[in-house]
């Protein structure tokens, strides 16, 4: 029993050693922690007033200014050139007659001319000059050219232009001209009706629209336009 208890106690005794030396361990960590998160605190109330003076300083500073360069308004328009804003579909029939000579003796020539056409129109920014663009506190003054038509042409489509009737004297040769006359008469027929109708007015408006709306999207908020010198 004596050799019993005795290996008992000194199984005792070696395990109590081990906790006194964890906890020994575990107590030096904690204070080394504790330690350190005291020197950081000290630390942090020794730069407090730097931190503060560093605050008011930047508080007070003139704020920086934003500058914005826009790029030149006349720059952003002349590459458009010939600005086609408007167009006009039209159709008509055109008759032509060309006498066969004095004497009657052959009848008339006679040609009917089934026409459809367009006609465009727009403005031409290749015409703008230095002094017809200004720029004043941001705001855009534009003298634009006068809206002109471009074009006005046939649609060779034989479903649209086609020769509807044709009459010409027998035994002669045919005439050349007669068509090719039917289809000038169609063309300034064209002309004539879409600038009866404000195709040129149309034209200026929507030229106008979609400058100011081109010259926003690169930053200029405020575009107007004004007519004569």
Not at 157 to 178: G, H, L, M, Q, W
């Amino acid at each position: 029993m004596s050799e019993t208890s005795a290996a008992r106690r000194s199984n005792w005794l070696a395990i109590l050693k081990y906790i006194i030396l964890i906890t020994f361990i575990v107590g030096v960590i904690l204070f080394a922690h504790l330690f350190y998160q005291a020197y950081k605190t000290i630390q942090g109330i020794a730069n407090l007033p730097n931190q503060v003076e560093q605050t008011v300083k930047g508080a007070l500073a003139q704020p920086t200014p934003t500058v914005t360069v826009l790029p030149p308004a006349i720059d952003q328009l002349r590459p458009l050139a010939r600005l086609q804003t408007e167009a006009y579909f039209l159709s008509t029939i055109v008759d032509v007659t060309i006498p066969r000579g004095l004497l009657k003796i052959w009848p008339d020539d006679y040609l009917l001319l089934v026409a459809c056409g367009k006609v465009t129109a727009g403005v031409d920014l290749k015409k703008l000059t230095e002094e017809d663009v200004r720029v004043n506190d941001g705001t855009v003054i534009i003298r634009l050219p006068p809206a002109e038509i471009f074009d006005v042409f046939l649609f060779e489509d034989r479903d649209c232009t086609y020769v509807y009737r044709r009459k010409e004297a027998p035994f002669v040769s045919p005439n050349e001209v007669i068509e090719s006359e039917a289809r000038q008469q169609a063309v300034e027929s064209f002309r004539r009706t879409a600038l009866d109708n404000g195709i040129l007015e149309r034209a200026q408006r929507n030229a106008e629209q979609e400058i100011r709306r081109l010259l926003q999207l690169v930053g200029y908020d405020q575009v107007e336009f004004v007519t004569g010198e």
